[in-house]
């Protein structure tokens, strides 16, 4: 599992080297780069690889639609630490971007992270019909905004301090991180002309392994080791986050986790052998330790 992920890792890192020196330099490309390549896992194209094998997807649009995702991803991480967000000052180990770089170079290369996902996926390098790219880019592009990871982090922030229901903070997880998860398992069916109803059904799925993901984030912060981490953890006691630990204690988050996998495995028996490294991706996921 670990050496697929890298490989996963080394491939979409090499994608991005390369688009990036495709283009011409500006003074953001430093910050960007540093926010894309300070060693994140890509757990998001594992995903999306493994759902895009078991449609038999090739390889190589699997790595150009991951690699846009990445960029997504690690824009939401370089705001997500930003002063007026959860004001982090370090991440994978690193100092965060704001840190290194100063806060206004952060929200311009988050920000150009953003648009370039969309630069990747509506280029002529990945080979798939137009509509589908329109189709890809307008379900990443809903996955992103008000209705997914920016308004996640709003019920985030929002919610600190206050007393939150179980129902409000799986919705809140789920849009926070879910949304992304989502798409990775939709955007191969996307691209094979399913119908709309197996497509819900796949980001359903995606849903429930977000929600996974963000549990198993919580659990690190929980008791989780800083060094091993590559962020300080402990913090969203302090900051009195609404997480679903807080509300149901440590055992309890942990038997819940279980029950995650064990819903989405059951979902996936019929698609038999064929689904066995998504299922690995998934317990990847909840014992992971940063
Ligand atoms: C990006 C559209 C957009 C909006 C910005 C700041 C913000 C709004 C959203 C933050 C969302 C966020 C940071 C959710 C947490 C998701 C999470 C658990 C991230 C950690 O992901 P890993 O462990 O990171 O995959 P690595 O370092 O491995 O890449």
């Not at 509506?122 to 905004?145: A, D, Q, R, V």
């Not at 988050?253 to 279980?258: E, G, R, V």
Request: one cysteine or more.
């Amino acid at each position: 599992m670990k050496k697929k992920l890298d490989k996963i890792a080394n491939d979409t890192n090499n994608f991005l080297k390369q688009f990036i020196k495709k283009q011409k330099k500006s003074e953001l490309i430093i910050p960007m780069q540093y926010g894309l390549f300070s060693g994140g896992k890509k757990i998001r194209s594992k995903i999306l690889v493994d759902v895009g094998t078991m449609l038999r997807i090739n390889y190589k649009s699997l790595i150009i639609i991951g690699a846009a995702v990445e960029c997504i991803h690690s824009y939401s991480l370089i705001h997500d630490d930003l002063p007026c967000m959860d004001n982090d000052l370090v991440r994978r180990g690193k100092p965060s971007t704001h840190i290194k770089f100063g806060e206004s170079t952060a929200v311009l290369a988050g920000n150009s992270l953003l648009t370039m996902a969309f630069e990747i996926l509506s280029h002529k390098f990945l080979k798939i019909t137009e509509k589908t790219k329109i189709n890809l880019i307008n379900k990443i592009s809903e996955s992103s905004g008000h209705l997914g990871i920016a308004g996640g982090q709003y019920l985030d922030l929002n919610y600190e301090h206050k007393k939150i229901s179980k129902k409000k903070i799986i919705d809140m997880e789920i849009k926070k991180t879910g949304k992304l998860f989502s798409f990775c398992c939709a955007a191969p069916l996307i691209m094979k002309n399913k119908s709309k109803k197996e497509i819900q059904k796949f980001e359903n799925i995606g849903s429930e392994i977000g929600l996974l993901f963000q549990v198993a984030d919580d659990l690190i912060d929980y008791k989780g080791n800083s060094l091993i981490a590559g962020k300080k953890t402990g913090k969203d006691k302090k900051r009195g986050k609404a997480t679903l630990i807080s509300l149901l204690g440590h055992k309890n988050t942990i038997k819940y986790a279980n029950k995650i996998i064990f819903d989405i495995n059951q979902k996936l028996k019929k698609y038999g052998t064929k689904s066995k490294n998504l299922s690995k991706t998934l317990s990847y996921i909840l014992n992971r330790n940063k």
